[in-house]
């Protein structure tokens, strides 16, 4: 489209750049065209991202949706003048969510809104939202950018998002058919994620200490704390799809806000508990820094944090090590991190 003759002096002396909208998309193509699969139907810009369901072999095929954001993670991101990986973060929040019930990413839209649309960033954040797209199959469809003067300093922004997907009824995973003796998998994490940060934030002294978090830690490798922070989310997907081809999977956690003792028990079933055993579990330095610095108790760490579990999985105990063999050779850290037990408490960390 010919955007010449689109222009408003005063809406710009109001603070809002239209053509700057239109040089922002024209960047973003480029990115977008990365995530091109077989149901997109039309090109970035129109009112609507069309997409053509595939179905072919489905009974009764069901959508999914998830919708999510980066958090505070945001604030970080636009400390370090960093923005090529928070979109990431965006798509991970959501299609991790939407694999739990065993549904393939379709397509992906996010929300951006600023304080002043600079054409280069917006692009710089949505060529994260592209990489998140492909490493999780999903197309970006559309989405939207929103300048918003007077309700956020210039440079500032949010993003979010949310995810389609697509699972025939029949394999919608029920966790009805889990029992005692099944056993709880671990995918191991790449650090904090996209949760807790208002708690990083405050323990490690952002806002008011800023210059600290790029200084060296030996503790976490030689990279800095801001580094470590910054690192995108995991995207499970092609790993967890994979697996649900070929082994019994009865439940899936994503493990977000809340940790080990909130998430955990969305998969089990009541009269059920999955028992995690806490020595098995591979503790990234970043969270022992974190505890130890702001002196936090471990039943709240575990209740904020995925501690370096990601996402759990209950398979049956004959299939642990078919399913293991599979998550490793998709790219997956998966070890078995407890057992189901019969109890009311859902989950217990001993």
């Known amino acids: ?11 710009a002396a109001a603070g809002v750049d239209i053509t700057a909208g239109y040089k922002a998309v024209e960047l973003m193509k480029k990115h977008i065209a990365r995530t091109k699969n077989e149901g997109c139907l039309d090109d970035v810009g129109g009112f609507g991202g069309c997409f053509g369901l ?16 980066c958090g505070t993670k945001v604030k970080l991101a636009i400390l370090m003048d960093k923005h090529d990986t928070i979109g990431i973060d965006a798509v991970a929040m959501c299609v991790n969510d939407i694999i739990c019930c065993g549904a393939k990413p379709l397509f992906f839209l996010d929300y951006i809104a600023c304080g002043k649309n600079v054409p280069e960033k917006i692009a710089e954040i949505v060529g994260g939202v592209a990489e998140g797209c492909v490493q999780s199959g999903a197309a970006l469809i559309g989405g939207e950018t929103a300048e918003h003067p007077g309700l956020m300093p210039q440079e500032d922004y949010d993003l979010a998002g949310f995810a389609v997907g697509i699972v025939d009824k029949k394999k919608i995973l029920d966790n009805t058919r ?3 003796g099944d056993v709880v998998i671990g995918l191991a994490s790449t650090g904090i994620h996209s949760n807790g940060f208002s708690l990083c934030r405050k323990v490690f002294d952002i806002d008011n200490n800023p210059d600290s978090l790029y200084v060296p ?15 995108p989310t995991k995207i499970y997907v092609k790993s967890v799809l994979a697996l649900l081809e070929k082994v019994d999977v009865k439940g899936i956690s994503h493990i977000t806000g809340g940790g080990f003792y909130e998430n955990i028990p969305r998969s089990i079933p009541k009269g059920l508990c999955a028992e995690i055993d806490k020595a098995s579990i591979r503790v990234l330095p970043i969270f022992d820094l974190l505890a130890s610095t702001g002196n936090i108790p471990e039943r709240d760490m575990y209740n904020t944090y995925n501690m ?16 293991l063999e599979i998550l490793t050779m998709g790219g997956e850290t998966a070890y078995v991190i407890g057992k ?11």
Not at 308 to 323: H, K, L
Not at 340 to 350: F, P
Request: avoid cysteine.
């Open 1 to 11: 489209m010919d955007h010449k003759n689109s222009q408003s002096a005063s809406y």
């Open 54 to 69: 595939p179905i072919a072999g489905m009974e009764e095929p069901v959508l999914v949706s998830g919708t999510d954001g």
């Open 178 to 180: 889990m029992k005692a």
């Open 217 to 231: 830690k030996d503790e976490l490798g030689g990279k800095s704390i801001a580094e470590t922070l910054l690192t």
């Open 308 to 323: 370096g579990v990601g996402m759990s999985i209950v398979v049956p105990a004959e299939q642990v090590d078919e399913a």
């Open 340 to 350: 189901i037990i019969e109890s009311d408490e859902q989950v217990i960390l001993k």
